[in-house]
């Protein structure tokens, strides 16, 4: 993390013209998605696809939030995500049954750090340019709210739950990539597991109930954090996800472990 980064700019470009325009690559993205079934912790792989499949008008979603006075408020109060994420300390502190409680029980029962997902992506972005603009702070936020959907939506860390969060997201930023690795890995799991657990429904039902929630990257997570987890839900218009909890109880009934999915998966592909 650079200094620009960590701390607020009020001069900074709404957008650096000189950012090249990314193109769709499909066999691209393919290739990657191969080598990401091998290892799916690999999350390198995940920044290749969502570089091959772009979503076309993040640009003008990002700069009209940034260009509105809320956008401004935003970043300048939130300028940083992952040191407020990061700091466990400042979130127990607020009230139990918090999301900040939730949160930090999600994230240190996975071993997980906010930071350590901007330290994944700045290996895959270390050769490439460098641009300082406002644009670069939304782009983040895509980014960095990933565990915290997790959290509010109940979806897992395990193969299904991941694909699910990516489906959901997809109707919040719809990149290609999202529902691509979604439904990729969901036929995976389908494959890897011969079963009628409705994997495919399950992914699809993320893909729905990510529409009926306001973009989460445009929301105050510092507000979010301070609410009772269900309220924060209702609030978001977040519910239960039926397919993806029916797909766990088939699983289990053949004595099959949901979060052993792809670990199955690597053992035959070697």
Known sequence: MNALSATFQSDLPLYDERRPALKLRPAKAWHHF?????N????????HIFESLPWRKLKPTALAFLGSD???????????LPAILDDHARLREMPEGSVAHAYCDFMEREGLTAQGLVDEFAKFAANKPKFEDQFLWYLNRMRDVHDLLHVLTGYGRDALGEACVLAFTYSQQPSPAHLFIGYMAGLNMKKQVKSDAPVLKAVREGQRLGKACPRLC???ILDLLQL???????RLNITRPVQYHAAHETWRALGVDPYDLLGKSVQQAA
């Open 34 to 38: 191969r080598e990401l079934l091998k």
């Open 40 to 47: 799916k912790e690999n999350t390198e792989e995940v920044f």
């Open 218 to 220: 445009e929301q105050s």
């Open 70 to 80: 809320r956008g401004q408020r935003l970043r300048a109060r939130e300028s940083w």
């Open 228 to 234: 009772p987890l269900e309220e924060a839900r209702r």
